[in-house]
């Protein structure tokens, strides 16, 4: 029987993070698409026996979950120069869209190809036989909506094909995907499961465990708050909102663009901009060092505004709550906006976390604990024989 692998993956609106095994890998690739054909072709420097395979993902995948079926893309890195590149829409629902899968397999093919996983998998020449337990999650909207059921359904008792194409040392091989199990988790919950647990889910901050929380996670597409009382998520009162950062960096990018002539890739160059240590706020313009600075304040304040404003909001519904976490990518591009209203304004007790990867990965990180101590808890024995000497009883 072929060995499930864990794998723990967050398709966020601007990057796909995902942790593999037992903490031995990691992936983190921009979630962008764009339809291809299957010759790409070559640019001359492009050595795909030396380049990062990340750096060019160029795949045929054959679903039933998916509408565009046997259809042929380029993920990532090498999406973002095409012309043709898709993000995901502001106001669309995760679960539904094809990109969000295509994007959940090229990552599970991409761990399944590793040379150091050959001894997981069957491989019969080109074939790879890849099964994954998988842990993942949805904004808490569409979870209370119940598209979590469809959305896992969809991806369990197929077999769904990822072909490489012309990728880098993968070109020619084919993975098979199966899943053993998918948990999809409401990404309130994981948050809090993230902030209070360690990997084997020890609880690790006794203090925050009967605290009543706030969990403020500002997504690309959308913002979820979760309300955390008597250490669970409190279903009735934890909201959603079809409001995150992807409109207001498409508007930025689009402003740069107007004023300077100056194209960003993606959406994920944009969030580079903003949070860089250094030259935050600046492009090059003709080789020049140029400050966006009052286009990305315009913007960007105007959005924390809005966020306040359901912060506010949700506060004054759960009176009793006593800190407001703010995590998520979009997070840490609001925060000095963020800080300074809530100075000037309500004064609320709100934390961020200033370990950006640690705010970025905590998605993944939660589904990682999640899965893994689900498959601890669901792992079958090995029968021992008796040993002839003595029985050893245990505790």
Known sequence: ??????AAIDVGNDSLKAIFGKLEAEINIPNVIASDTADRPIIGVEDLDDQNPLEGIHIRVHSPALKDN????????????????????????????????VMLFASLALDAARDGNKKIFKRAGNVIEANYTVGTGLPLREVKEGKDVGYRSRLLGSVHQVEFLVTPKYQGIKVNLKFDEVKVYPEGFAAFINLVMDNDLNIVNKELIDKRILIHDIGGLSTDVAVIK???????????????????????????????????????????IITKKNDRNHIMVKGSRTSVHDIVDRILLDLAKKQYRHLRNIWQRNSQSEICYFIGGGSIVLKDYLKTLNNSLDGFNIDFFEDEKESVWMMANAYYKLISDFARKNEKPKEEKPRQDKLVKSK
Not at 1 to 6: A, E, F, N, V, W
Not at 86 to 97: H, I, Q, R, V
Request: hydrophobic fraction near 25%; aromatic fraction near 4%; charge should be negative.
């Open 1 to 6: 029987m072929t060995q499930s692998r864990i």
């Open 70 to 101: 046997n259809a042929i893309y380029r993920v990532g890195h090498l999406a973002t120069k095409s012309n043709n590149a898709t993000e995901l829409d502001p106001g669309s629902n995760k679960s539904e869209e094809d990109q969000t899968l």
């Open 230 to 272: 008597n250490r669970k998520v409190d279903d009735d009162k934890a909201q959603g909102f079809n409001l995150g950062v992807s409109e207001s960096l498409d508007e930025i990018r689009n402003e740069i663009y107007s004023r300077y002539g100056v194209e960003l890739d993606s959406r994920k160059d944009v969030v580079e």
